[in-house]
């Protein structure tokens, strides 16, 4: 990872804006991902990512001439990243430059464009490939396609408007990978006579929503879920294993069952363990601290209902010491290398830090179970009286988590380097 110098105007009263940047590699022999990120008066904007391939090994002229401008077919190789259709002005201009290919970085250049008044730029769009994978993380999107009910919970049109719109926003994400679900995604029908979590529900609270995508669903239960036959009808709707490890391009995600239903019983039974030992030494979470260890990738996500803490008293917190919710504490996720928390549980969106480990909540699904929060004790922390999801932008070397309501509007942008 390199952060160069940054570029500012030449005059007080002026702004620079990047064109075109550069980057020249020698001895390219395995190849691989390059990735430029650009930053505007400090603040993360966009980021572009090339491949590059394999080159000649020139071992005449890489101790001779370590750079020779690209003279010598063979040697030398240029990532080239146009940034016209993205780059703002700004006072300032600088790049985070990542790669992983073998070949040696052995110059940088750039086109600086300085003005006051900015003349229009026709973007040529994309001048190099950009291979991202799109994930959506949702929670407590449960609501059936049905206002009102006679017995708790009691399902207004507003939740179920709020509902539908995150779910249609969610679904018309351009190039969407998965859909991953953080739990309470089948409330039930109870006045319908279909409790929490029952088969007789699905057609109600999910059918409606993701039949469309269904192949795409990563969904982990919660204790809405869990309170029929142990999530078993939301795992056989999605034929899925109750904890499993799903691969892609850029991602190992690792989907845990941490069991508990609305009554606190623990209804997975690999969750099992018999104290002094915790939650961590089951067979489950044993199984989850080897799959990370086998993992090569450089995402490695560990979804999970129940987050380690939130920043209000509805969870577990510095003033509600519930023991039957502080378990997933015993879990050192970050040691056994997991490098992103997603959770649910709480009707809320928030990013929290847990010992350097990103904690991303997603519980803001349509019902809000909780409005009433204390001052936050991190980075970031939303109510969810409007609903929200998290949408992470992934690449090789980095990902992008963006916190959008349904009508689009940003909440909260994180960009993590990997």
């Known amino acids: 990872t390199l952060y160069g ?14 064109q075109t940047l550069r980057a020249g590699f020698n001895n390219i022999v395995e190849g691989g991902t390059v990735e430029a990120s650009l930053f505007v008066n400090g603040q993360y904007v966009s980021r572009k990512v090339v491949h590059m391939t394999p080159l000649p090994y020139n071992k005449a002229n890489s101790s001779s001439i370590p750079y020779n401008g690209g003279l010598t077919e063979g040697v030398f190789n240029t990532a080239e990243f146009n940034f016209m259709d993205v780059c703002p002005e700004g006072d300032r201009v600088g790049v985070m430059m990542r790669f992983d290919t073998d070949g040696a970085l052995v110059s940088v250049s750039g086109d600086v464009q300085e003005s006051t008044v900015w003349p229009k730029v026709n973007a040529f769009g994309a001048v190099v490939s950009t291979e991202y994978e799109t994930f959506a993380v949702i ?8 206002v009102g009910g006679t017995t708790s919970p009691i399902f207004t049109a507003e939740e179920v408007s709020r509902r539908k719109s995150l779910n249609s926003a969610i679904k018309r994400i351009t190039g969407l990978t998965n859909v991953i679900g953080t739990g309470n995604h089948n409330y039930g029908l109870p006045f319908a006579g279909f409790g929490p979590g029952t088969v007789g529900a699905l057609d109600q609270t999910i059918k409606p929503f993701w039949d469309a995508i269904k192949d795409k669903l990563l969904f982990v239960p919660g204790t809405q879920d869990n309170d029929s036959a142990a999530a078993s009808p939301l795992f056989n709707y999605q034929q899925h294993l109750r904890y499993f490890q799903h691969t892609t391009e850029h991602v190992d995600i690792f989907l845990i069952n941490t069991g508990f239903d609305t009554g606190f019983f623990q209804t997975e039974i690999d969750n099992a363990f018999t104290p002094p030992q915790t939650i961590a030494d089951s067979v489950q979470f044993q199984w989850l601290r080897q799959a990370l260890a086998n993992s090569t990738k450089k995402h490695k996500w560990v979804v999970v209902h129940q987050p380690p803490f939130t920043s209000g008293n509805d969870y577990y917190s ?22 992103v928390l997603l959770a649910g549980t709480s009707a809320l969106v928030e990013r929290l830090d847990w010992n350097g480990l990103p904690v991303i909540i997603s519980g803001a699904g349509g019902k809000a179970l909780t409005t009433v929060h204390n001052p936050p004790i991190a980075q970031s922390r939303f109510a969810a009286a409007e609903g929200a999801y998290w949408e992470a932008i992934v690449s090789k070397l980095s990902v992008e988590f963006v916190c959008k309501t349904a009508t689009g509007s940003i909440l909260d942008r994180y960009f993590q380097p990997v």
């Open 139 to 146: 929670g407590n999107d449960g609501i059936p396609d049905i």
């Open 5 to 18: 110098s940054e570029v500012a105007p030449s005059d007080d009263y002026k702004s620079v804006r990047l």
């Open 318 to 339: 510095s003033i509600n010491a519930n023991g039957n919710l502080a378990f997933i504490q015993a879990v050192p996720f970050k040691n056994w290398g997991a490098t």
